[in-house]
């Protein structure tokens, strides 16, 4: 199949990138490096040293990998070449990483809100627009969030992105219907993500588009088999106080010695996934893509829950590391349950990998081994969101 990962130089993108070109897909990425000149602004680095898209794409062609294509452009403002990229490769799917994709990040002033509004929302409605204006039936894998529900459930399992209503009418009979889940989005990120699920929503209505939303949880880990093959393969791991995501930043404070960060009473529940298993779901999306005329597909791409502190917990047995509860900076719930239905995935065949496998080789192979290269003073999340943080 050939495939286009827009995002493909990214976290979650370049990992999909080398696995599904691994498995035999012609692959090739897009991306305008918009992660890597974020670093430069925030002047933060990821704790592995990755190399150049260059050295990364020519490393993997020296291990055998393959040849994997790369145009750089702007997928929200370059609508024009990512239409000709359409119409010159002729894709079977487009995978699509490429959004602005960090909570805090988004929250740091109206500059940023702006930013993440106008790169996440013209990107998607750029592919869309571009998919209808080629006449080609290429199906869309994106990669949404389990933000879009919020984290309050009420004791329900939340199911995979449609919701069953009865609804009484005016003659008092009752109408069944299936609704998307009703958006609870706690940042401007998040909320992003819930428009996306609209123009999805709309272009699979109006022009038959075939599209797989993943909402996924918080990916932890940084290698898979292929970017193991050799250091200038090696993934990026963000420890920062923007884009650090809060198992991953467990991880490198342990290794560091700095007492692990958690917000509030660490009552907050939220799902995860290892970096594995995301490319792992990619591939089962693309490799069982909806039918023609089939409503817009919504799998949770998950594969535990954990309440915060719990985590904390169970990397300080592992780890000895201190636990310091400090306050929290984002305006959100102190302490949730959390039931996630994940069933879709599990029957195409995902065998997850559990923290309780992966958590201490990622501290060893990682977090310790890079802790060299971490700032400390990049540690502490900045960007507020609570009332009295306002700007
Ligand atoms: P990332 O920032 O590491 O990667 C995104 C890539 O897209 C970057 O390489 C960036 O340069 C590129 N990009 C952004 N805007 C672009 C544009 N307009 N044109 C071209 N390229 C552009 O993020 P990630 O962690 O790999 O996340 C990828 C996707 O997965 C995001 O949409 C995110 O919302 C979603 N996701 C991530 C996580 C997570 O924990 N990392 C969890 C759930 C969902
Ligand atoms: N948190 C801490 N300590 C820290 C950092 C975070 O307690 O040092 C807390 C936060 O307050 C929050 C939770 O951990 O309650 C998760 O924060 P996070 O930064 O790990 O994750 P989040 O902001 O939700 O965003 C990440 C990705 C995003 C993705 C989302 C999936 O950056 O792209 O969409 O996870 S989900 O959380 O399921 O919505």
Redesign the pocket.
């Known amino acids: 199949m050939r495939v286009i990962i827009l995002g493909g130089d990214g976290f979650c993108g370049w990992p999909t990138a080398l696995h599904l070109s691994a498995v035999g897909h012609d692959v090739h990425i897009v991306d305008n490096f918009s992660r890597r000149h974020a670093d430069i602004e925030l002047e933060a680095s990821s704790l592995t040293p990755i190399s150049p898209l260059g050295t990364r794409l020519t490393a993997w062609r020296e291990v055998g990998g393959g040849e994997i294509g790369f145009h750089r452009f702007d997928v929200a403002v370059d609508y024009y070449q990512l239409l000709g990229l359409l119409n010159d490769l002729r894709p079977d799917a487009i995978v699509h990483f490429a959004e602005q ?4 990040y988004s929250m740091k002033s109206s500059y940023h809100k702006r930013y993440t509004v106008n790169n996440n929302t013209n990107a998607t409605h750029n592919l869309l627009a571009a998919i209808v204006e080629s006449g080609q039936d290429i199906h869309v894998t994106h990669l949404g ?3 879009v529900y919020g984290y309050g459930t009420a004791g329900v399992k939340i199911p995979e992105g449609y919701l069953r209503v009865r609804m009484e009418a005016e003659d008092g009979t009752h109408v069944e219907s299936e609704i998307l889940y009703p958006t609870n989005p706690g ?1 401007v ?2 909320t992003t ?1 819930t428009l996306d699920q609209l123009l999805f929503a709309f272009y699979n209505k109006n022009d038959e588009v075939r599209v797989t939303d993943l909402h ?3 990916v932890w880990g940084t290698q898979t088999p292929e970017t193991s093959r050799d250091e200038r393969l090696i993934n990026r791991f963000d420890y920062d106080g923007d884009y650090g ?2 198992l991953n ?1 467990f991880l490198m404070q342990a290794a560091i010695g700095y007492p692990l ?3 509030g009473t ?1 009552g ?1 529940t ?2 995860f996934i290892h970096i594995r298993d995301t490319v792992r779901c990619v591939q089962l999306a693309l490799e069982n893509p909806p039918r023609g005329g089939e409503r817009v597909r919504i799998f949770n791409q998950m594969t535990e829950t954990h309440r ?1 502190i719990d985590l904390a917990k169970l990397v300080s047995r592992l780890t000895g590391a201190e636990i310091n509860l400090v306050d ?1 900076p ?1 305006n ?1 719930a102190a302490e949730n349950d959390l039931r996630v239905d994940n069933r879709r995935l599990l029957d195409l065949g995902l065998d997850p990998v559990t923290l309780e496998d992966g958590l201490l080789s990622e501290v060893t192979d990682i977090a310790q081994k890079y802790s060299y290269r971490c700032d400390r003073d990049k540690i502490p ?1 900045r960007s507020l969101w609570t009332r009295r943080g306002r700007a």
Do not use: D
């Open positions: 994709r960090a909570a805090p969030t389990m933000g940042s990120y998040h993500k996924q949880g918080i995501t809060v930043r960060t958690v917000h660490g907050q939220r799902a915060l929290n984002r959100e999340c």
